[in-house]
C-alpha cells in the first residue's frame, strides 16, 4: 500500500507541475499572442514573445525547483519521523547530559 501512495503521490505532484505551467503559459504568454494576432509588424510580434518565454522559463523553473526542494526535504522528515521512529527507534537509553567543565571539577572534588 505504501508504494502504491508513494507513486499517487507523485503523479499528483508531476499534475501540479504541469496545472502550475499553464498558468504561468496563460498568465505570461497569451497576451504577446493575442497582440500579434491583432495584426502588426513580426518584430512587434518577435520581441514580447522572446522576452515573454523568457520569463516564463525562468519563472517556472524556479517556482517548480522550489516545489521540488519543499517536496524533498518533506519526504525526508516523512521518513524520519513517522517511518524511523515507529519501527526503530525505543527511547530507552541515558538521559543527555551535556558537557560541563563544573561538573567535571565537582566530581574530582568527590573523589579525593
Avoid at 521518513?79 to 521512529?85: D, G, I, K, S, T
Wanted: hydrophobic share 50%; with cysteine; charged share 15%.
Amino acid at each position: 500500500v505504501s508504494n502504491t501512495a508513494s507513486s499517487l503521490r507523485l503523479w499528483a505532484l508531476s499534475l501540479a507541475h504541469k496545472q502550475l505551467s499553464m498558468v504561468f503559459w496563460e498568465m505570461v504568454m497569451l497576451p504577446p499572442l493575442q497582440s500579434c494576432r491583432a495584426g502588426g509588424s513580426s518584430w512587434r510580434c518577435a520581441v514580447p514573445l522572446f522576452f515573454g518565454f523568457a520569463v516564463w522559463v525562468v519563472l517556472t523553473t524556479a517556482i517548480i525547483c522550489c516545489m521540488e526542494m519543499l517536496s524533498a526535504f518533506l519526504h525526508a522528515l516523512r521518513l524520519h519521523w513517522v517511518e524511523f521512529q515507529n519501527k526503530f527507534y525505543k527511547g530507552d537509553g541515558k538521559k543527555f547530559v551535556p558537557f560541563s567543565f563544573q561538573t567535571m571539577v565537582e566530581n574530582m572534588d568527590d573523589e579525593e
